[in-house]
């Protein structure tokens, strides 16, 4: 194994980060460009576990917003659709030869295996990177508290959070220009500012569980790896 500062990984990616900007499903050349990200991080023998949002095909709150669908029902639709982004991600990180398996929080034994973390972490063991779909399998919550759920549950050294910005900012780069990047956070910071970089509950559990969180743009080429690498990119948030 190469040198790197983190052994086992948990990376968060969101929905939207498989499609084009403001765009909606699926789109095979952005899938391509994260997958060749991934692979330089798998490369190093870092363990690699990936939590898929599902937000560029449903979230349950917006969905039950604007139609008669009950809430409780676009939240387990929305999980469905990361389950069909973890299979996109499957497939394409094993176009490029890694070896991976797919777990959800809801059972669609068809596609992919139910979630058990004991043979996740066999898995990890092997050397095949594990996509959590699902979320956390209950309604009312983001696929960012499955995020920090099962990087608590696995141990992870650290949650990497994919944006496509290079962190946390004073206020949106996109739109204010006097934003500035802040370098580090603790955890109390983020819950008390209200910083829109995770959920609350999932900021929370990653502090009861001492797990760092580093925010950081997956969409500048080689970023992920160097961040594995111990390089100081995008924001870390931990301590007290
Ligand atoms: N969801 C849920 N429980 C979970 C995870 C996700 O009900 O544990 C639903 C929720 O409706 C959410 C949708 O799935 O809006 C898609 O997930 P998320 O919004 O977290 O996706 P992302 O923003 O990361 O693309």
Known sequence: ??????????????????????????????????????????????????????????????????????????????????????????????????????????????????????RALRHLEKGRIVIFAGGTGNPFVTTDSGGALRASEMQADVLLKATKVDGVYTADPMKDPNARKIDRLTYREVIDKRLAVMDVAAVELCRQNRVPIIVFNLYTPGNMRAVCEGRDIGTRIDGD
């Not at 599902?54 to 008669?68: E, H, T, Y």
């Not at 996109?88 to 809801?106: C, H, K, M, P, Y």
Request: hydrophobic letters at 40%; proline letters at 2%.
């Open 1 to 118: 194994m190469q040198q790197v500062k983190y052994r086992r990984v948990l990376l968060k990616i969101s929905g939207e980060g498989l499609c084009r900007s403001g765009g909606f499903g699926i789109d095979g050349e952005v899938l391509g460009r994260m997958a060749g990200e991934i692979k330089l991080v798998a490369d190093l023998g870092v363990q690699l576990c990936i939590v898929v949002g599902g937000g560029n095909i449903i979230r349950g709150s917006s969905l039950a917003k604007d139609s008669p669908i009950e809430e409780v029902t676009g939240h387990y639709m929305g999980m469905l659709a990361t389950v069909i982004n973890a299979l996109a991600i499957q497939d394409t990180l094993e176009s490029l030869g890694l070896v991976t398996r797919v777990q959800s929080a809801v059972a669609v034994d068809r596609v992919c295996e139910p979630f058990t973390r004991r």
